[in-house]
C-alpha cells in the first residue's frame, strides 16, 4: 500500500538569525525539495513554507511563524511531503513505492528477492535486490526491466545472464 505522505528531508541545522532551517534532502535534489509550498511534521501537522532556496547541495527554507529561537529546537526533524503535491512524469516513482516489491522473471515466475534500495548512477539506476541474505543488482533499463507493478507489489524482469549468478 502506497504511503501518502513521504520522507523528503531532514532539518539539519538553522540558516541565519530569522527562522530559515537548512534542510537536507532525501529526494532527488535540493531543487526539488524547494518546489513545495507545504511542507509536513511526522505526525501529519502541515507547515507552510514561506521561501525557499537552494544553497549548495541543501534547501533553506523559512516556514510560516518559526523565528530563529524555534527553528533551533528543529535540528533533527524530518519533513514529509504529500504525494497528492506531485506529479510524476509516466513510468516514473518514488524509490519508497518501489522498496519492498517482490522482482520475479517476467517468463516463468521465478522469484529472484526483493527490492531493498534504488542506487542512482547517472546513466541509470539499479534496483537493488535481496534474497536469502545476498544482494544482487539489477540494472533498471529497458532490456531488462519489464513491467513495474506498484499496486500488485511486483517487478517483472528479464534476468541477463550474471545478473543473480553467484560467484564462486
Excluded at 500500500?1 to 541545522?13: A, H
Excluded at 524530518?78 to 506529479?87: A, C, E, S
Amino acid at each position: 500500500m502506497k504511503k501518502q505522505f513521504l520522507e523528503v528531508g531532514k532539518i539539519v541545522g538553522t540558516h541565519g538569525l530569522k527562522g530559515e532551517v537548512r534542510v537536507e534532502p532525501w529526494c532527488d535534489s535540493a531543487g526539488f525539495l524547494c518546489r513545495f509550498k507545504r511542507l509536513y511534521k511526522r505526525d501529519g501537522t502541515e507547515m507552510k513554507v514561506v521561501s525557499s532556496k537552494v544553497h549548495k547541495n541543501t534547501g533553506i527554507i523559512l516556514f510560516d511563524g518559526v523565528t530563529g529561537v524555534e527553528a533551533d529546537t528543529m535540528r533533527g526533524m524530518v519533513l514529509y511531503m504529500n504525494r497528492d503535491d506531485v506529479r510524476l512524469p509516466k513510468g516514473t516513482n518514488f524509490v519508497q513505492d518501489l522498496v519492498g516489491l517482490k522482482v520475479v522473471d517476467v517468463d516463468n515466475g521465478t522469484e529472484y528477492g526483493v527490492i531493498t534500495d534504488v542506487i542512482r548512477t547517472g546513466a541509470n539506476d539499479v534496483y537493488q535486490i535481496e534474497k536469502d541474505g545476498k544482494e544482487y543488482f539489477v540494472p533498471v533499463i529497458s532490456d531488462v526491466v519489464k513491467e513495474k507493478d506498484i499496486d500488485g507489489g511486483y517487478v517483472k524482469i528479464f534476468a541477463m545472464k550474471g545478473i543473480f549468478e553467484d560467484e564462486d
